[in-house]
């Protein structure tokens, strides 16, 4: 029996996985993963993900650049959360250009972006790729 036999995959074959940043505790993305991107991921020690929108296996960074260096891999109590410990590349995590993928807070009954841009995804991913 291999350690993937221990994770609970869901129907399709995908477990929830959380990146979150090893030093600071905060979480910059959320996605899924199927066998073949968890077994990469403890291959390679970078994150590799399965894109639900384009149904492919996804390497992130392979086109933004802002790869994230995977230092550990953990599951929960019932098995069928994973939560990535990471280092990110160019401090974006984000397709939208931020640090993040949670940038906005709810604040008075409204959601108030909090973290800014750092970088024009269009210098990321050009016009034609739009976040």
């Not at 991107?37 to 996804?58: F, I, P």
């Not at 939208?96 to 991913?125: A, H, M």
Request: glycine residues 6%.
């Amino acid at each position: 029996m291999s350690w993937l036999d221990e994770i609970k995959w869901d129907e399709k074959g995908l477990v929830p996985v959380i990146a979150q940043d090893k030093d600071s505790g905060r979480v910059l993305m959320f996605a899924y993963a199927n066998r073949e991107a968890v077994a990469l991921t403890a291959e390679k020690n970078t994150a590799h993900y399965w894109t639900r929108s384009r149904q492919k296996l996804w390497h992130k960074g392979e086109e933004s650049g802002h790869f994230q260096n995977v230092s550990a891999i953990q599951f929960d109590c019932d098995g069928d959360v994973l939560i990535y410990q990471i280092e990110q590349v160019g401090g974006i995590a984000c397709h939208t250009g931020r640090s993040s993928c949670f940038f906005r807070t709810l604040l008075n009954d409204e959601w108030v972006i909090t973290d800014q841009v750092i970088k024009d995804p269009s210098t990321i991913y050009g016009s034609t790729n739009k976040p």
